[in-house]
């Protein structure tokens, strides 16, 4: 079956930086683009970036741009976010999630990590 | 873009239906058949339910179902149990190579 376990966040201070990892399994990795989508506490779903499947093309939310890097090793199927310039609007429990095999829309996703920034 | 836009709380009885609205723009909601909707359940990942405005996953009952008009995305749930209670948000493509969710409705069964 399909599992995304991502890894990584913490406690972290202004404007220092952070990697997120996302490990793959029970798919084909390289054959799907992912997300990265973050929730803040009480709040909605954000959607942060996306990968295509052969890491090629990367899009990015407006307030990211800048200072995430999404990335992916197909090799290790392992999906990335590099985060840079933090501030305390980044903090939020950070998802990956795999997209469905046509369309931009999620279709899996992980139990996600918590980033809080915080002095 | 702004987030798309959803009533913060619905309720229904057990064995009742409820349907959840979905507002954008002709650019995303009403330019793209790419709008799904999700459940989630509290301190877990949102779980897929309905994508391509009406389409369910596998796994998923008939009970969930999706429509669209003009700008508006529906999700109705039919047959109301207790476990549906939980978290609800739509998504659809945004038009610009971005993702965009709804702020959430709160479905309470009563």
């Known amino acids: 079956q399909v599992q995304l376990v991502e890894s990584g966040g913490g406690v972290v201070q202004p404007g220092r930086s952070l990697r997120l990892s996302c490990a793959a399994s029970g798919f084909t990795f390289s054959s799907f683009a992912m997300h990265w989508v973050r929730q803040a506490p009480g709040k909605g779903p954000e959607w942060v970036a996306l990968?295509?499947?052969?890491?090629?093309?990367?899009y990015y939310v407006d307030s990211v741009k800048g200072r995430f890097t999404i990335s992916r090793d197909n090799s290790k199927d392992t999906l990335y976010l590099q985060m840079n310039s933090l501030t305390s609007d980044d903090t939020a429990v950070y998802y990956c999630?795999?997209?469905?095999?046509?369309?931009?829309?999620?279709?899996?996703w992980g139990q996600g990590t918590l980033v809080t920034v915080s002095s | 873009q702004s987030a798309l836009t959803q009533p913060p709380s619905a309720s229904g009885s057990p064995g009742q239906s409820v349907t959840i609205s979905c507002t954008g723009t002709s650019s995303d909601v009403g330019g793209s058949n790419s709008v799904s909707w999700y459940q989630q359940h509290p301190g877990k990942a949102p779980k897929l339910m309905i994508y391509?405005?009406?389409k369910r996953p596998s796994g998923v009952p008939a009970r969930f179902s999706g429509s669209k008009s003009g700008n508006t995305a529906s999700l109705t749930v039919s047959g109301l149990q207790a476990d549906d209670e939980a978290d609800y948000y739509c998504t659809s493509y945004g038009g610009s190579n971005n993702l965009l969710f709804g702020g959430g409705t709160k479905l309470t069964v009563l």
């Open positions: 391509e405005v009406s």
């Open positions: 990968i295509a499947y052969d890491g090629i093309n990367k």
């Open positions: 999630a795999r997209v469905f095999s046509s369309g931009w829309f999620p279709d899996y």
